[in-house]
């Protein structure tokens, strides 16, 4: 039986102010998901990490929103693994649609950071997921495929199921428009069908598959309630600390 996950992303958002603000208000939550076998956390910016983890200790998991495949070096702006892990963080988003569009991030180099992540008994939410044109062309499923099979290359069997995989259509992220929970679930099954096909049956279904895209309080259920998607990664409805907490309390 593979455990919900919920997770938040306030990709850029969020002043170390407002991060403790929410995070204290947040804080009971944790232990209220986990009495319903359901794991809960957020991604912050960087500068968020620290302080947001200190209040919340391991009610909630905190994670970052990017990292850097190498230990140290001259990367002017990047931030290292072992940098997180000084800071007890130990899940990364990578390759989120906004770093592949805005920051040219491919899924080669996602590959290398899910790669590093995993050295270092980290846990990769690796994002995939199609664009409006691709999704109109009826590519989906051979988009996200490739997407799949180079960001899990050399990835051992032993390994692979502690990826959590999020499938966001680009088209639903922040714009309301939310693919219906029938196609959430047929991609999200597909690439169940693809692990398995990598790693076979006993990695399938252990993996974590998660759906994002305009995820809301009053939709959830009906994403987490098909068989093959086991949470959600939510943006904006995890700005707010109330929505945030209805998330959970509509999940139950
Ligand atoms: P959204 O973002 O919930 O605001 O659509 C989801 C995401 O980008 O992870």
Redesign the pocket.
């Known amino acids: 039986m593979r455990r919900k996950l919920l997770l938040g992303?306030w990709?850029m958002n969020k002043t170390v102010t407002e991060a403790k603000a929410f995070a204290t208000e947040a804080k009971t939550l944790g232990r209220e998901a986990r009495a319903n076998k359901i794991d809960m956390g957020i991604c912050v910016p960087y500068v968020d990490l620290a302080p947001v983890k200190k209040i919340l200790k391991n009610s909630l998991i905190v994670g970052a929103e990017n990292c850097n495949e190498l230990d140290h070096g001259a990367y002017t702006g990047e931030i290292s693994i072992p940098m997180l892990k000084d800071l007890n963080i130990s899940w990364c988003?990578i390759g989120?649609?906004?770093r592949r569009m805005y920051y040219a991030e491919t899924s080669e180099h996602c590959n290398k950071k899910i790669l590093a992540l995993l050295e270092n008994k980290m846990t990769p939410v690796y994002?995939c997921g199609e664009s409006l044109e691709t999704y109109e062309e009826g590519k989906t499923k051979e988009f996200v495929e490739e997407q799949i099979r180079v960001g899990f290359k050399n990835v051992s069997a032993e390994d692979a199921s502690k990826v959590v995989i999020?499938y966001?259509p680009i088209w639903?992220?922040?714009?309301?428009k939310?693919a219906s929970k029938e196609i959430a679930e047929d991609v999200c099954s597909f690439i169940r069908g693809i692990i398995k096909e990598l790693y076979g049956s006993k990695v399938s279904n252990k993996i974590r598959i998660l759906y994002?895209?305009?995820?809301?309080p009053n939709n959830i259920k009906e994403y987490l309630t098909q068989d093959d998607i086991d949470g959600a990664?939510?943006?904006?409805?995890?700005l707010d600390v109330n929505s945030y907490k209805e998330l959970l309390t509509n999940l139950l």
Do not use: F, P, Q, Y
């Open positions: 992303n990709k988003i989120h649609s906004e994002c999020a966001e639903s992220i922040g714009t309301g939310n994002g895209g305009s995820v809301k990664l939510v943006g904006g409805a995890s």
